[in-house]
Antibody, heavy 121, light 107 residues
Framework: EVQLVESGGGLVQPGGSLRLSCTAS????????MSWVRQAPGKGLEWVAN????????YYVDSMKGRFTVSRDNAKNSLYLQMNSLRAEDTAVYYC??????????????WGQGTMVTVSS | DIQMTQSPSTLSASVGDRVTISCRAS??????LAWYQQKPGKAPKLLIY???TLESGVPSRFSGSGSGTEFTLTISGLQPDDFATYYC?????????FGQGTKVEIK
């Protein structure tokens, strides 16, 4: 079954760091753009970042530029999100999602189950 | 960033109703718009891409239309499984954005 599984969420203090992982299975991970999307409790979806198939292009929402870094390891079928200088407003469920297999990232047809990040003292 | 505005925020409807949700972009996004359905505690599910193309496996009662800045998701004959929150998403720019969501509730 085509699947994405996130891990690495948890409770972290304000100002702290956390690294999320997303492991893909049953599809050619290296052929797809990948993205992170988050959802604060009771709120809507917020796109965070994406990364091209070979990691050569990365894009971020303005509010997270400089604090969050997206990366991937195609040999391990894994996507990562390094989050630094975390704030209370970063508290959310973080989803990884599969994008397009072309040169331009498109829509997200496969999603993980999400991992919860709570930023609190 | 391109802003996406959905209306209404909440919609009360009955089984069998025809439901329409609107999504407006702050600038033209051509046809680069998708619609997702999300149920509580679950990941979103892709319904429609390129404004009007139905994702494989999605029932034909769902349809999308529009281009430029104005888009619509229509559910023709609401089913019990359709009560959920719906989001539009633009993918015209490098920075993607979602609408704030429309919750479809049981009347």
């Amino acid at each position: 079954e085509v699947q994405l599984v996130e891990s690495g969420g948890g409770l972290v203090q304000p100002g702290g760091s956390l690294r999320l992982s997303c492991t893909a299975s049953e599809f050619t991970f290296s052929s797809y753009w990948m993205s992170w999307v988050r959802q604060a409790p009771g709120k809507g979806l917020e796109w965070v970042a994406n990364i091209k198939q070979d990691g050569s292009e990365k894009y971020y929402v303005d509010s997270m530029k400089g604090r969050f870094t997206v990366s991937r390891d195609n040999a391990k079928n894994s996507l990562y999100l390094q989050m630094n200088s975390l704030r209370a407003e970063d508290t959310a469920v973080y989803y990884c999602a599969r994008g397009d297999s072309s040169a331009w990232d498109g829509t997200y047809d496969i999603w993980g189950q999400g991992t919860m990040v709570t930023v609190s003292s | 960033d391109i802003q996406m505005t959905q209306s209404p925020s909440t919609l009360s409807a009955s089984v069998g109703d025809r439901v329409t949700i609107s999504c407006r972009a702050s600038q033209s996004i051509s046809w680069w718009l998708a619609w997702y359905q999300q149920k509580p505690g679950k990941a979103p599910k892709l319904l429609i891409y390129k404004a009007s193309t139905l994702e494989s496996g999605v029932p034909s009662r769902f349809s999308g239309s529009g281009s430029g800045t104005e888009f619509t998701l229509t559910i023709s004959g609401l089913q019990p499984d359709d009560f959920a929150t719906y989001y539009c998403q633009q993918y015209n720019s490098y920075s993607r954005t979602f609408g704030q969501g429309t919750k479809v509730e049981i009347k």
